[in-house]
């Protein structure tokens, strides 16, 4: 059973759109939520992470909103690039989990 | 200067061979894993190690057995291989005992096809 459900599947963006990826969870004990960047042939990267006691974490033009009552959050990819093209997964864990709950991973592919 | 290797890249075989997958770090981290990447790109969690004890094995087959000599390597070895163990392996360490909230570095995959 998939703890972390994320959606779309896959999403197609013209350059400079905005590409938004989200995640619902249902376990109340996650307090951490990475998302991983992963580009073909090579393994996934930390790209960006939040913990629930902040709303909003922006690196560049990336941007977690994270969304505690409703429990859900998402990525924003502003400005998107070429070089944007990759599986976004998210993730969570617990502060005593041993492992993190990836979601199912969205491809971005964006249009010169 | 990688800090997560793995050997080999590519591992082509037969159903019904054994292979080993191997894994060095060289974070300093206490925690490595293996995850399973499927065709459609969901990454499992199969095995975590913390400082060379078992801590995570999740419903794995026992023909996939990890071995982790040291804090720095943890391998894995496939008995028996089947087709539907054709997949990417990814190996991964982290810091903080494995526990939630640390970044995991995943080395570079190996791809395992199984004819």
């Known amino acids: 059973q998939q703890q972390v459900k994320q959606s779309p599947q896959s999403l197609i963006v013209q350059k400079g759109g905005i590409s938004i990826i989200n995640c619902a969870y249902e376990n109340t004990a996650f307090d951490y939520f990475p998302w991983y960047q992963q580009f073909p042939g090579k393994g996934p990267a930390l790209l960006i992470a939040?913990?629930?006691?902040?709303s909003e974490k922006k690196e560049g033009r990336f941007t977690i909103s994270f969304n505690k009552s409703a429990k859900q959050f998402s990525l924003h990819i502003m400005d998107s690039q070429p070089g944007d093209s990759a599986t976004y997964f998210c993730?969570?864990?617990?502060?005593?989990?041993?492992?993190?709950?990836f979601g199912a991973g969205t491809t971005v592919t964006v249009r010169a | 200067d990688t800090a997560v290797s793995q050997t080999p890249k590519y591992l082509v075989t037969q159903m019904g061979n054994d292979k080993s997958i191997k894994c060095e770090q060289n974070?300093?981290?206490?925690?490595m894993y293996w995850y399973k990447q499927d065709s459609k790109k969901f990454l499992k969690i199969m095995f975590s190690?913390?400082?060379?004890?078992?801590?995570i094995n999740e419903t794995v087959p026992n023909r996939f057995s990890p071995k982790s000599p040291d804090k720095a390597h943890l391998n894995l070895h496939i008995n028996s291989l089947e087709l539907g163990d054709s997949a990417v392996y990814f190996c991964?360490?982290?810091?903080?005992?494995?526990?939630?909230?640390?970044?995991?570095?995943f080395g570079p995959g190996t791809r395992l096809t199984v004819l």
């Open positions: 939040i913990r629930p006691d902040v």
């Open positions: 190690y913390n400082n060379k004890e078992l801590i």
């Open positions: 993730a969570a864990s617990t502060a005593n989990d041993y492992k993190l709950s």
């Open positions: 974070l300093g981290h206490d925690t």
């Open positions: 991964a360490s982290s810091q903080g005992g494995g526990r939630g909230g640390y970044e995991q570095f």
